[in-house]
């Protein structure tokens, strides 16, 4: 069975400790390779790599920086069908959502950070005949980058491609629950030339890997994406050393749908911002809040709907609904159904685990759920579920669907539909999220700036928004 490595000054080492830990298909609940069990030496290992490296990689041209990103972005696409097909085994998604979205992405990331940072400018003040003061950005150093597994290669490389195009070197963790494309693309960072050291890639635990990142006293800036508990602790460590932070976290977000929707495109989508990647996207919709004069029609609709996705093999090209990702979080998500019920929800469809056969008798499957009669501020409203599990209620005013909207501790995303375009935009102004998306749900442009509000995140991705945080400023004031 295959031993995955770390990606260390370059090379393909195994962990200090020669450890490591099982590797799981979520789709069988089968090990299928194995990831080292790092710890503290090999991120300082990697700490001591990515450091050496900077002084070099820091001046090395922004051209040629360009040329590295670019190449391992071709790699990527090179490799599309080798790459989506070790994220599926690894998170249970369909291969299909793989290929046509996470690798395509991935290869973006570094297409659109390998250019952006080509028109990346600083600004100058002229204080007309006193002094000309000009800014410098400068790269931050070692960066410190951790990432979840719902969208394994693409969350990876939102973190590391603005890093490196701006000229910081990277010690990389991705999560232990999805190490495999993060180990393909150091192949592809040595097939690409990209100098040792540069990026660096170590595998293992949270506690042991991440918590040695970010407790680093020389890694001097932290992006990390992830859950909100996590987020805080990192906080915890990172703000009392003065680290800069990005914080991606958790959401609960909610779509507001109006009865003067475009009907037939608001249901198609909402199918998909419910349950692609059995709900396990951070900008997923999990609370559906249905105008009351449209409320028994989409209901009727949208759980026919449901019903007809098939769940099972992901590798299957009829599959929609793939497996849960671990066993750990199948469990958390058949007992937020279990709470949904003890709160009163009415499971309208779904609700039960999926019984394969087969191969994939041990996999991790759940039934798309959705679940109504719920009061909006109970736990099952108000928690992240991060699964294959929505909650639809009735409203009657805009002012009551904002509150609604608006009553959790996140901030993520949110989704509003409707024809009245002074509404869109009055929501979207009034609402608590980092993101709006009217009459449409999952659409990037990478320029824009992306992350939440409230306990969702601290910071900005995307864009040159994504340069500005690994870059320091550093304003110079020449007297005239
Ligand atoms: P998680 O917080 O458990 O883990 C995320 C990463 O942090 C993993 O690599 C993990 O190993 C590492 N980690 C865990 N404990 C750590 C510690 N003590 N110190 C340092 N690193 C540590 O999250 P997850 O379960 O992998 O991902 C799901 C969560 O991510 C959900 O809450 C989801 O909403 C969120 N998410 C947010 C966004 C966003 O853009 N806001 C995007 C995707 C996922």
Redesign the pocket.
Same mark, same amino acid.
């Given at each position: 069975m295959q031993h995955i490595k770390n990606y260390i000054n370059g090379a393909l080492v195994e962990p200090v400790s020669k450890t490591y830990l099982d590797n799981f298909d979520p789709s069988t609940g089968k090990v299928y390779s194995y990831i080292p069990d790092s710890d503290e030496k090999d991120v300082e290992l990697a700490y001591v790599a990515a450091k050496n490296a900077f002084p070099a990689w820091s001046v090395t041209p922004k051209d040629k920086r360009s040329e590295y990103l670019l190449k391992i972005a071709s790699l990527i696409e090179k490799n599309l069908d080798r790459l989506s097909l070790a994220e599926s085994i690894d998170n249970g998604k369909p291969l299909k959502l793989a290929k046509t979205v996470d690798i395509p992405r991935a290869a973006a990331n570094f297409h659109f950070y390998g250019t952006g940072i080509l028109h990346y400018a600083a600004h100058s003040h002229s204080m007309e005949n006193n002094a000309i003061n000009y800014t410098l950005r400068q790269p931050v150093g070692v960066a410190g980058c951790?990432? !979840?597994?719902? @969208?394994p290669l693409y &969350?990876f490389s939102r973190k590391i491609a603005p890093a490196l195009a701006a000229g910081c070197t990277v010690v990389a963790? !991705?999560?232990?629950?999805t190490p495999m494309t993060a180990y393909l693309l150091s192949e592809l960072c040595i097939e690409a030339g990209l100098p040792a050291g540069v990026l660096n890639i170590v595998h293992g @635990?949270?506690?042991k /890997?991440?918590?040695a990142? /970010?407790s680093h006293k020389d890694i001097p800036l932290i992006s %990390?994406?992830?859950?909100?508990?996590?987020?805080k602790?990192?906080a915890a460590i990172a703000a009392p050393m003065f680290k800069k932070l990005s914080l991606?976290?958790?959401?609960k977000n909610p779509n507001l749908i109006f009865a003067d929707c475009d009907y037939e495109k608001m249901l198609s989508t909402t199918l998909l911002s419910s349950f692609a990647n059995q709900g396990q996207?951070?900008l997923c919709g999990s609370r559906i809040f249905v105008e009351r004069k449209l409320y028994e029609r989409f209901k009727t609709d949208f759980i026919a709907r449901t019903k007809a996705l098939v769940v099972g093999d992901p590798r299957d090209e009829k599959t929609k609904v793939g497996a849960i990702v671990s066993k750990s979080h199948f469990e958390k998500i058949l007992n937020y159904i279990e709470l949904a019920k003890t709160e009163g929800g009415k499971v309208l469809c779904g609700g039960n685990a999926v019984k394969m056969g087969g191969d994939f008798s041990n996999g991790y499957y759940i039934e798309p759920t959705i679940i109504e009669s719920l009061p909006h501020d109970c736990r099952t409203n108000q928690e992240?579920i %991060?699964g294959p599990v929505v909650t639809i209620m009735p409203f009657d005013t805009e002012e009551e669907v904002l509150d609604m909207a608006n009553s959790t501790i996140y901030g &993520?995303a949110s989704v509003v539909w409707t024809q009245d375009l002074t509404r869109a935009h009055r929501i979207a102004n009034n609402i608590h999220a980092g993101i709006v998306w009217i009459n449409c749900w999952l659409l990037r442009d990478l320029r824009t700036p992306?992350?939440?509000v409230k306990a969702?995140?601290v910071g900005r991705e995307g864009g040159f928004e994504a340069l500005d945080f690994f870059t320091e400023p550093k304003n110079v004031c020449i007297k005239l």
């Open positions: 951790i990432s !979840p597994w719902n @969208l &969350l963790k !991705p999560s232990e629950i @635990l949270g506690g /890997v991440g918590n990142i /970010v %990390f994406t992830g859950g909100t508990i996590t987020g602790h990192i991606e976290l958790g959401g996207i951070c992240e %991060f &993520l992306f992350g939440g969702s995140g």
